[in-house]
DNA sequence: GTTAGGG
DNA sequence: CCCTAAC
């Protein structure tokens, strides 16, 4: 499926309409340059859908982008270049491309662009099927021009994500559906269609990336587990991304952030993400061990079996939690697959792959066997994350998403990690991105196999992360069972009876669930009720059932101490359920006899 | 080796 | 979840 035709064939002057809107993908082998073929062609359509029915609207759209995207300089510049279509698609996009990544590969893109374009258009007019499409676009050239010059690049941006995306996330997908959709019938609808696609496609995927399991994310249709909304809306790419999606169907949507975002992860693509990669990981490399020196330590030590971590831990925690916490899984994922595609450059990144792909298959024991050097590799892979982190990624995004999904206890501490990146995000996102792509790709590969080799419960794996799986209802359900006949505090034994299958899950495990869940139960937090409530709200939502039965045991077994201070002499007699019931019974039948 | 409890 | 103290 990711075997495209190397080449789209624009020399021969006709160009497969089908291929062209069906697999932009396609264009993506020859990356920034034919990227920005695709685009024009679905450009030149989309802007005829659009002149026709979102004329108004769409100008608005523009504008509101221009306005907010350009500002200052950019914004100058642009009003200075109203020269022609390409030109000012070049233009602005290498203001873009400027504003974001950086001169140098400006111009060269820029170059790019032209030539691609110029093919492009004429292929296009020659394709009959295009006609319109052909006809359409002087007009809107013209017309259309200064409001399009906006949206233009963000399709652009957009585009070539989603192209790049495409090819990697589904091609198949993609390539079924459209054909399914009677490709000639219209261009346009079918172009505009496409787009949508491919920003959901790419919305999907970064998120998805974002989170550790979403399998789902791979088609298209998916749902998202979280509400795109631009909570910031200078987050980054993916709020834009959001936003450009429904770009024709909300305007509001819409908003300015597509544009720089998407420009971020557009054109700049391999070549340039390469560089960032060098410069991050020695960046990373450095940052690292200064600030999680006794970090790593930690780990180290740990595997090691030395027994001194406390100091390291001490220093290393404020550091290792907000790396590890704010991320999640869903958070997790994209940084440490962004490591990924640096790791062919260093054995550094074959580390962190390692521990990312643990991630990634999650469930699959074997991703525990090596706990040694997983939890190594785990540990670099943070300190790596947390680098990443304050580089880029949208922390409100993430953040919501973190909490729809994960519905994690990780409040806090996502609070500070978010500060963090909001503050740098401008700065340091224009060398990530290009490179974060580029790792969001390949991670989506890996995890597309993964998530289809390795078949879990959704449940289990979207909650896990690290060195951390959310507790399955089925799991605390058997907790609950193990409580309800053993009472509390006999850890050990629940966890040999009811959770020997599950490798994880210790005795102290099971304790420490169990004193969430009466703390989630209500029951416990007897001092501060109220707050305890608001806060329990909070937290993942349990079952009522499960709530009740939490409720139930911890009056008959009050965790802390004390046990059965009411049903004390009930539980003596008739123990509880089964076994223990069995047992008195047992035992009084003996005495019985034995009395007889 | 377990458990309780704090972080 | 992790760690430690105290069984």
């Excluded at 925690?317 to 990924?340: G, M, N, T």
């Excluded at 001092?527 to 409530?533: N, T």
């Amino acid at each position: 499926m990711e075997n495209g035709p190397p080449t789209i064939g624009f020399e021969d002057g006709t160009i497969d309409v089908e291929r062209l809107l069906v697999e932009p993908q396609d264009g993506h082998v020859s990356v920034d340059s034919v990227m920005c073929f695709n685009d024009i062609a679905e450009n030149a359509m989309e802007m005829e859908e659009v002149s026709r029915c979102f004329g108004v609207r769409n100008t608005a759209v523009s504008q509101e982008c221009g306005e907010d995207i350009l500002n200052g300089d950019v914004l100058d510049s642009m009003r200075e270049v109203e020269v022609g279509y390409f030109r000012m698609q070049n233009d602005f996009c290498s203001m873009g491309e400027e504003y974001l990544l950086g001169v140098e590969f400006a111009e060269s893109i820029t170059n790019l662009d032209y030539g691609s374009s110029e093919g492009l258009q004429t292929s296009v007019s020659d394709s009959p099927v295009l006609a319109s499409a052909a006809v359409t676009d002087t007009p809107w050239k013209a017309d259309l021009f200064k409001t399009m010059e906006v949206p233009e690049c963000q399709n652009h941006q957009l585009n070539a994500d989603s192209s790049r995306f495409g090819e990697i996330c589904g091609p198949c997908d993609k390539s079924e559906t459209y054909a399914e959709e009677e490709p000639l019938k219209s261009p346009t609808s079918c172009a505009l269609q496409d787009i949508g696609k491919f920003h959901d496609i790419s919305s999907c995927s970064f998120q998805d990336i974002l989170s550790d399991e979403n399998d789902t994310s791979l088609s298209p249709s998916v749902d998202m587990l979280y509400s795109p909304k631009n909570e910031k809306s200078s987050e980054f790419g993916l709020t834009g991304q959001n936003g450009g999606t429904k770009r024709f169907q909300e305007r509001d949507a819409l908003v300015t952030t597509s544009a720089p975002a998407s420009q971020t992860d557009t054109l700049p693509t391999q070549k340039r993400s390469r560089k960032p990669t060098q410069r991050y990981i020695d960046e990373l490399a450095d940052p690292i061990s200064r600030h999680t020196k006794k970090r790593r330590e930690v780990p180290s030590s740990k595997s090691l079996g030395v027994k001194d971590h406390k100091k390291c831990r001490v220093g290393s925690r404020a550091i290792r939690l907000p790396a590890e916490e704010p991320s999640v899984k869903a958070i997790q994922v994209p940084f440490a697959s962004l490591v990924q595609n640096e790791r062919p450059e260093s054995c550094a990144y074959d580390m962190v792959r390692s521990s990312d792909r643990g991630n990634l298959m999650t469930k699959s024991k074997d991703s525990r066997i090596s706990s040694e050097n997983q939890k190594k590799k785990d540990e670099f892979a943070a300190a790596i994350h947390l680098k990443k982190r304050d580089e880029s990624v949208s922390a409100a995004t993430q953040r919501k998403r973190d909490g729809n999904v994960t519905a994690v206890h990780l409040k806090k501490r996502e609070d500070n990690v978010t500060a963090v990146h909001i503050k740098k995000r401008d700065d340091d996102i224009t060398a990530v991105s290009p490179q974060k792509w580029d790792d969001c790709v390949a991670t989506l590969r890996q995890k597309k196999r993964d998530d289809y080799l390795t078949a879990e419960s959704s449940e289990e794996v979207i909650g896990r992360r690290k060195h951390h799986r959310l507790w399955t209802i089925a799991e605390v359900k058997k907790l609950i069972d193990g409580v309800s006949e053993y009472g509390v505090g006999r850890w050990s034994r629940i966890k040999k009876l009811f959770f020997s299958a599950s490798a994880h899950r210790t005795s102290v495990d099971l304790k420490d669930k169990w004193r969430n869940l009466l703390k989630a139960s209500g029951i416990q937090g007897q001092g501060s009720r109220q707050g305890e409530k608001k806060r329990n709200m909070a937290w993942r939502p349990l079952p009522k059932s499960i709530l009740r039965r939490v409720c139930e045991l911890a009056t008959i077994y009050p965790y802390p101490k004390g046990r059965k201070p009411k049903i004390a002499h009930i539980h003596h007699d008739s123990p509880d359920r089964s076994t223990d019931i069995t047992l008195g019974d047992y035992r009084r039948i003996l005495r019985s006899i034995n009395g007889n």
